[in-house]
């Protein structure tokens, strides 16, 4: 088979950058998604706060998927039930379907938007036995709004992910009791309406500098011990408390699907661990473009939307006309308690830039300052930044002239 541009992931990202490339001349493309139907991780967020932007209107994640599903085009090739195997840095997709068999197409440019996964238990330290009642907060997600399966009666939530916070509210909803949210430090990491929603409107218990330090039970969970700790995280073993519960939900939080990405000879940005990008989502495989949570966890979906635009557009003039941005690379650096920001490269321009900013912990009250060449172009103070929001900023592309320095710090009075 073979195709203008192949996007790889169905859910918002894939859907926005195949409108969009469809839209910018791309004549044949082909949008491959692993599950029955379209939409992604939307299919499962039955919570409210999509479409704000897009459609003015206040819409659940599967109303959002079915708006954004019913915009594609019909010539657009739409391979559900299909698991890509790989991608080569040639833009040769290998994939595989029960329909169709091993599938090869050969792209002229594709686009990476296979989204996120949830961080296992596996990769949690905790102590104990291992009975049933343990889930990852997206596992349970999925069970309560796709099979409509609630996980168990009295749930202890460890993270305060988005997602944990989330599945906190909803469990609450539905008349299950959140014994309490457990967060191993001393901020919360989830958007902060998220966090007011818990605690102001339905009371949920939320303990910070806490540590789940034992699983208890045999054949089904029957408890977990907890402890504070401090800001080295020490735990304080005199001070070791059970709590009774049935269920514990890890919300232990998201990192990118960038299994395709490392084999197709992508470069990873360590910080984010998704794709090294510019401004036009181009990665340093020319042809290969990314979008969407596959490059790093957004906060927002219109930030996805944004950014599949620009991914759809970029792959689209690539595949039909060669058209690529090839102009001097500039590095962003990120200083002080910047984890990262998106992009991590800069390519010489006279535009305006938008660079999205993460922190590494909560600042308040706080500052991003940005510098080249010794100067100081950019500097905007802040009440609050916290790790769970990205805060975007617009530089003036006439600016930057070397490679720049992000710093974000808390203020001084």
Not at 233 to 246: F, R
Request: proline share 3%; charged share 25%.
């Amino acid at each position: 088979m073979k195709a203008d541009v192949c996007i790889i992931g169905g859910g918002p990202a894939g859907i926005e950058a195949a409108k969009e490339a469809k839209s910018n001349g791309a004549k044949r493309i082909v949008l491959i998604e692993r599950e029955k139907i379209l939409g992604g991780i939307l299919n499962q967020c039955i919570h409210t706060g999509f479409g704000q932007r897009l459609y003015n209107e206040e819409l659940s994640g599967p109303e959002y998927a079915d708006k954004i599903i019913e915009e594609i085009d019909n010539d657009i090739k739409i391979l559900n039930e299909t698991y890509v195997l790989s991608v080569d840095n040639d833009l040769l997709v290998t994939a595989i379907s029960e329909q169709h068999g091993l599938i090869e197409i050969q792209a002229k440019a594709v686009i990476l938007a296979q989204g996120c996964r949830e961080k296992p238990r596996g990769a949690l330290d905790i102590g104990g036995t291992r009975p049933s009642g343990i889930f990852t907060a997206g596992t349970a997600q999925r069970l309560l709004k796709l099979y409509g399966k609630l996980v168990g009666k009295n749930i202890v939530i460890m993270g305060t992910y988005d997602l944990g916070l989330i599945m906190a509210r909803r469990f609450t909803y539905e008349g299950i009791k959140v014994k309490m949210v457990i967060e191993s430090r001393p901020y919360y990491m989830g958007l902060s309406r998220n966090v007011a929603e818990c605690i102001n409107d339905l009371n949920i218990p939320m303990l910070l500098s806490t540590k789940i330090v034992e699983i208890m039970g045999n054949e089904r969970l029957t408890g977990v011990k907890v402890a504070p700790i401090d800001e080295n995280g020490k735990i304080d073993y005199e001070k070791i408390q059970t709590v009774e519960c049935d269920t514990l939900v890890l919300a232990a939080g998201l990192v990118p699907e960038n299994e395709l990405t490392k084999n197709a000879g992508v470069k990873l940005n360590f910080a984010s661990l998704g794709a090294i990008t510019d401004q036009f989502c181009q990665t340093s495989v020319k042809g290969i473009y990314a979008c969407g949570n596959v490059l790093y966890v957004h906060d927002i979906a219109d930030y996805v939307t944004d950014e599949a635009r620009i991914a759809g557009l970029g792959a689209a003039k690539y595949a039909m006309s060669g058209y690529y941005h090839d102009e001097t690379i500039f590095d962003v650096k990120s200083v002080g308690d910047t984890k990262y920001t998106m992009p991590k490269i800069i390519r010489k321009t006279e535009d305006n830039i938008k660079l999205y900013v993460r922190v590494n912990k909560r600042l308040k009250p706080a500052f991003i300052s940005v510098w080249c060449k010794g100067k100081e172009i950019y500097h905007k103070n802040f009440n609050i930044l916290i790790h769970g929001e990205m805060q975007p900023i617009i530089l003036n592309g006439r600016d930057i002239k070397s490679d720049i320095e992000v710093i974000c710090g808390e203020k001084n009075d």
